[in-house]
């Protein structure tokens, strides 16, 4: 570019620059990129989101991240049918959230480490935080027993 030409516009009224050139404002430094990471970590992180993306797979991992539990005392903390805790628990094994370890006729469920549970209870602070979802639902409703119930559609797979 010539010092007597004009830099040509672009979005917002900005003077784009030279290419590859970054503008920022003069009161805010360039910011260094973060770390790259590989594609096969990036897709595995997106898969583990996606196996907690449920609402009733994040109230697995919260009743798990207090204490190792069977089927049947998953079913009567979230008042959910015992097929679908059952179904649940299958995604979150294969996600490699969960692992269940056989007691006589009783298969106990416990996290696996405690890195998701972190995450899911950092999600659900937020939520509760900014009082509805990002969707605009709310994040529990009474149950006909009167029980709190993490989701409004705790019967999604």
Do not use: F, N, W
């Amino acid at each position: 570019m010539t010092q007597d030409a004009a830099p040509a516009k672009v979005a917002g009224g900005r003077a784009a620059g030279l290419v590859g050139e970054q503008v920022h404002s003069p009161d805010r430094s360039a910011a260094h990129p973060a770390p790259t990471r590989s594609a096969d970590a990036l897709a595995a992180a997106g898969d583990l989101l996606r196996a907690l993306a449920a609402p009733v797979r994040i109230a697995i991992v919260l009743q798990l991240r207090e204490a190792d539990r069977c089927v049947h005392e998953l079913v009567d903390a979230l008042g959910v049918a015992q097929p679908l805790i059952s179904q649940h628990l299958r995604v979150l094994k294969s996600a490699g959230v969960v692992r269940g370890e056989r007691h006589g006729r009783e298969v106990v469920y416990q996290l696996v480490d405690d890195h998701l549970a972190h995450i899911v209870v950092d999600a659900v602070s937020h939520a509760e935080e900014s009082g509805t979802s990002v969707l605009g639902r709310t994040p529990s409703v009474a149950s006909s027993s009167g029980r709190q119930r993490p989701v409004d559609r705790m019967e999604e797979p």
